[in-house]
């Protein structure tokens, strides 16, 4: 196809083709081959044997999306790659990963640029798992809600229990029929509340269960137990979430979590009241703790049965004893009392003779004496009243002024000074008998 020109001095034109075929050149004369690239992974999926993604880069704390392009491993590279990656870390490739990945800038005229990988190193994803896990567990030790589920105690006995799992699940089916079936028939009530498990939905709808237990007050749940069999250790990736470890760090009920194998590790199991390897051993471990406090009733039952019966065996012995004394028991009584009661009036008689006897002549001769002695000492009482009469009456006023003297008086106090006296005061003289009101000229 030729170029068609245009008029005046544009450029000619090139088709969409013609564009590509540039672009292509472009890239491919840059050093854009064999580069190692950091991005996280989404909409990971396998078909025909390749495998497709999204590489993405965000920005933090925001999670906006920062750049994305497309990515592919193709098949003849695909098993060595994966194997690789599993076999360092454990788990598959998948969603939400962050990876460092070898591969080079590839342009397609159909499909746009993508990035062709040929390589991976598993250690970056380990340590990025790990790293992002560790500052999740310093934000909720910073906030003070590390520990406050796994210090809560447990109900006695724990048998109320309220499970998170994904409905129809093996694991769940595993957890169930291992807590019914157990050989000490412990009675267990539990109610499913569904939830997503595995996938971008695990953290909202764990987090919805959770609620809706809480706000469930007909349960009276004693526990909760979150459950996901096995799988992909890939698909635990959402159970590293801070929201989701927040919420049941600060649960009001104690909090089971059983997910996964033995060798897979979430946050969920650092703030977790309990952490167990799968959904049977945490049935197991709610049987067995049951069975401990079953064990301790029985032991206190048995011990409460050999007290009592040693209490009944020696009241009996007390009783059989008793009964045997009761024919004799009331005359030797009757006899000890008479003993003690002649004893007594023996003693009271000796007493008598030896201490009332004498004290009763002393109270007959002191009563003999008194009435002289209370005469003796009346009149010499009166002899002295009457001295004192005398004397109080020659040293009164009165007696002063039988003998002539008087009191002269200025509003009713005595007057010593006759200067004292101003011309025209009234004065009153108080004589023996009598009494004269004069004015001072």
């Known amino acids: 196809m030729s170029v068609m020109p245009l008029a005046g001095d544009v450029s000619p034109a090139l088709t969409l083709s013609q564009l590509n075929q540039r672009i292509a050149g472009l890239l491919a004369s840059q050093s854009l081959r064999d580069v190692w690239v950091t991005a996280e992974l989404s909409d990971f999926r396998r078909s025909g044997g390749h495998c497709y993604m999204e590489l993405m880069e965000k920005i933090e704390p925001t999670g906006a999306v920062a750049a994305r392009m497309r990515g592919i491993i193709w098949a003849n590279q695909a098993p060595r790659i994966c194997s690789k990656f599993a076999t360092v870390t454990g788990q598959q490739i998948a969603t939400g990963l962050k990876v460092m990945v070898r591969g080079t800038v590839n342009y397609h005229a159909s499909y746009g640029i993508s990035f062709v990988i040929t390589d991976i190193e598993p250690s970056f994803t380990v340590g990025d798992v790990e790293r992002r896990r560790r500052e999740i567990l310093r934000r909720l030790q910073a906030e003070g809600i590390l520990e406050l589920n796994r210090s809560l105690e447990w109900p006695v006995p724990a048998l109320r229990v309220a499970v998170i799992s994904a409905p129809g699940a093996a694991g769940y089916g595993d957890f169930i029929h291992q807590l019914y079936n157990n050989s000490s028939r412990l009675r267990f009530v539990t109610r499913l509340f569904p939830a997503v498990v595995q996938g971008e939905r695990t953290v909202p709808s764990v987090i919805e269960a959770l609620e809706r237990i809480a ?28 929201h989701l470890a927040a919420n049941i760090a600060q649960f009001p009920l104690p909090v089971i979590v059983g997910i996964g194998h033995e060798r897979d590790v979430t946050v969920l199991d650092f703030v977790a009241n309990m952490r167990v390897k799968t959904p049977t051993a945490a049935a197991e471990w709610l049987v067995g703790r049951a069975e401990q406090l079953l064990d301790h009733l029985r032991t206190l039952s048995s011990e409460m049965l050999h007290a009592v019966t040693e209490r009944v065996s020696g009241s009996l012995a007390q009783l059989a004893y008793i009964e045997g004394q009761l024919p004799i028991a009331p005359v030797a009584a009757v006899e000890r009392a008479s003993n003690r009661l002649s004893r007594s009036v023996m003693t009271l008689e000796a007493v008598s003779a030896r201490c009332i006897v004498p004290r009763l002549s002393r109270l007959e001769a002191t009563a003999t004496a008194i009435v002289p002695a209370v005469a003796n000492q009346m009149a010499r009482r009166g002899d002295r009243l009457n001295s004192m009469e005398e004397l109080l009456d020659a040293l009164s006023p ?32 108080t004589l023996a008998e009598g009494t004269v009101t004069s004015k001072v000229e």
């Open 215 to 242: 706000a469930d007050d007909e349960g009276c749940w004693d526990c909760v137990v979150i459950i996901r069999g096995g799988g992909a250790t890939s698909d635990l990736i959402s159970f590293d979430d801070y």
């Open 398 to 429: 009165a007696a002063t002024l039988r003998r002539g003297y008087s009191i002269t008086r200025v509003d009713g106090k005595a007057v010593r000074s006759a200067e004292k006296l101003a011309s025209g005061t009234i004065i009153t003289t």
